[in-house]
Structure formats: structure tokens, C-alpha cells
């Protein structure tokens, strides 16, 4: 199946400092890589989607400048955690889906535990 | 506004057995649904899918069910097996949306007890 590569899984870091989280298709060109946050015990919220050489769009409530969003090439898309604070700590987790017409299936990274002390 | 609902948090299952997990929606455009697993620290992993012209589909152990007048889908697993405890996510898009993302249930937690 389609892999899906996230890194890093576990960031641990102070306050004020900012994070990138990548992530890759390996085996497929994701025209479209989605970004989502898990808070404990809750469903995934998705945060903004990204295609390829455009902006990404974010969903209602989701900071622009906070969480900056790069997708430069069709197999890497990027997350940072601007100035990152302790309510930023979360579970971030990617996906991405290749080219499609008709409905796919997203595939996805195994997340990054970010912890901001 | 939780337009995708799992209401049973959790669900213990004898191995062997079936199990048999649900999943309600409220938006008529969604028109494709999915089936993710979820082990703890690791992202999703897709199972199975079905588009709403079905009300059926099955692949190995699973099969999802689709009644659409009920906006109500299930996943059966049968015979369930102690490696299937997880937390399974419901998920729906709808095809004529600009970039069919994907609405989450909140899950439930299945463990298959050997």
C-alpha cells in the first residue's frame, strides 16, 4: 500500500521555539497532503489542506502565521509550529492522496507527538 | 456540529466473534465513507471504503455497510482476532467538494479479548 512517511515522531522543546514536521509520499506523488491534530481521546481535526505549488487552505479557528504550511513538491509537504507554546502541544498527523478523479483514499504518516515544555 | 458520530466509545469482543462497529452522519452531501484503524502513536491506517452508489462492501474479514436513508455505516469484523483491537475511526467526504477532505468520527475503542 501507499507509504506515508512523517518526521520526526517525538519533539520535545521549549517554549517559544518553532518546529517543522515533514512529510513525505514515498511511492506516489501526493497532489493533495492534508494536516490534521489529535488532542487525547478526541477525533482528528483536520487543520488546513495543501496542493501542490499553491497555499494551503485552513480550516475555521486554525492560524495562518501560527502554523505555516509548505507543499514545494509533489512527495513533500511541511508543518512549522511558529513560537510554539505548551497549548500547541499535540498530536500532529499528515496525509496525503495522489492524483485522483475518482474517490482515493487518504494515506498517513505515523504523527508527530509535539510537547512544548 | 458533529457531523460524524460514533457513539459507542468503546467495544470488547470475545475472539472468534463478530464485531460489529457504527457510525451515524447528518450531512446528505457526504457520498464516500471510510474505515481507519488506529493503534496509539501511529498514524491511521485506511481499511476499507464505500462509495454511497452501494450499500455493501467486503474485503477479507471486513465489509462495510451502507444505509443511506438511516445515514447510518457499520463495519463487521468477522471472525475478530486479539491483533484487531484498535481505535477505528469513521470517516466521510463528499465527492463534489473541492478537495474531498475527510470528516472524522470520534472513534471507538475495540479490544478483542483472545
Known amino acids: 500500500g501507499a507509504v506515508v512517511s512523517q518526521h520526526p515522531s517525538w519533539v520535545i522543546c521549549k517554549s517559544g521555539t518553532s518546529v517543522k514536521i515533514e512529510c513525505r509520499s514515498l511511492d506516489f506523488q501526493a497532489t493533495t497532503m492534508f494536516w490534521y491534530r489529535q488532542f487525547p481521546k478526541q477525533s482528528l481535526m483536520l487543520m488546513a489542506t495543501?496542493?501542490?505549488?499553491?497555499?494551503?487552505?485552513?480550516e475555521q479557528g486554525v492560524e495562518k502565521d501560527k502554523f505555516l504550511i509548505n507543499h514545494a513538491s509533489l512527495t513533500l509537504s511541511t508543518l512549522t509550529v511558529t513560537s510554539a507554546h505548551p497549548e500547541d502541544s499535540s498530536f500532529y498527523i499528515c496525509?496525503?492522496?495522489?492524483?485522483?478523479?475518482?474517490?482515493?483514499?487518504?494515506?498517513f504518516g505515523d504523527g508527530t507527538r509535539l510537547s512544548i515544555l | 456540529d458533529q457531523q460524524v458520530k460514533q457513539n459507542s466509545p468503546s467495544l470488547s469482543v470475545q475472539e472468534g466473534r463478530i464485531s460489529i462497529l457504527n457510525c451515524d452522519y447528518t450531512n446528505s452531501m457526504f457520498d464516500y465513507f471510510l474505515w481507519y484503524k488506529k493503534y496509539p502513536a501511529e498514524g491511521p491506517t485506511f481499511l476499507i471504503s464505500?462509495?454511497?452508489?452501494?450499500d455493501k462492501n467486503e474485503d477479507g474479514r471486513f465489509t462495510v455497510f451502507l444505509n443511506k436513508s438511516a445515514k447510518h455505516l457499520s463495519l463487521h469484523i468477522v471472525p475478530s482476532q486479539p491483533g484487531d483491537s484498535a481505535v477505528y475511526f469513521c470517516?466521510?467526504?463528499?465527492?463534489?467538494?473541492?478537495?474531498?477532505?475527510?470528516?472524522f468520527g470520534t472513534g471507538t475503542l475495540l479490544a478483542v479479548q483472545p
Open positions: 470517516a466521510a467526504s463528499s465527492y463534489g467538494g473541492a478537495t474531498n477532505k475527510l470528516i
Open positions: 495543501s496542493n501542490e505549488g499553491s497555499k494551503a487552505t485552513y
Open positions: 496525509s496525503a492522496r495522489g492524483r485522483t478523479v475518482f474517490n482515493q483514499p487518504q494515506h
Open positions: 464505500i462509495s454511497s452508489i452501494k
